[in-house]
Nanobody
Framework: QVQLVESGGGLVQAGGSLRLSCAAS????????TAWFRQAPGKEREFVAN????????SYADSVKGRFTISRENAKNTVYLQMNSLKPEDTAVYYCAVKQGLLATMRAADFGSWGQGTQVTVSS
């Protein structure tokens, strides 16, 4: 059973930055794709970014391109989401998720393992 633990959320003013971390147990990230999704109150869960463990290619939602960066640190079995120039509309619970295989999709239904989520609140 893959275990994912997110951390790094919090309250920040608009224009500020936060870095989220997703630590995985064992070899969860090997030959897989890791993604960040977010869900705001009353809204559906939406894709934010993903990264292939092999090769490190990335994809981003249009709403975060140029502001967020997803990265990985193999030695620590950890994936990060650096969030800069935060906006109030970025307020949500952010989830880390993993799918096996190398196809980097953006659909939540394709990801079989999820963390518990971490709250990000951006004040105006």
């Amino acid at each position: 059973q893959v275990q994912l633990v997110e951390s790094g959320g919090g309250l920040v003013q608009a224009g500020g930055s936060l870095r989220l971390s997703c630590a995985a147990s064992g070899r969860a990230f090997i030959n897989s794709v890791t993604a960040w999704f977010r869900q705001a109150p009353g809204k559906e869960r939406e894709f934010v970014a993903n990264i292939r463990w092999s090769g490190g290619s990335t994809s981003y939602a249009d709403s975060v391109k140029g502001r967020f960066t997803i990265s990985r640190e193999n030695a620590k079995n950890t994936v990060y989401l650096q969030m800069n120039s935060l906006k109030p509309e970025d307020t949500a619970v952010y989830y880390c998720a993993v799918k096996q295989g190398l196809l980097a999709t953006m659909r939540a239904a394709d990801f079989g393992s999820w963390g518990q989520g971490t709250q990000v609140t951006v004040s105006s």
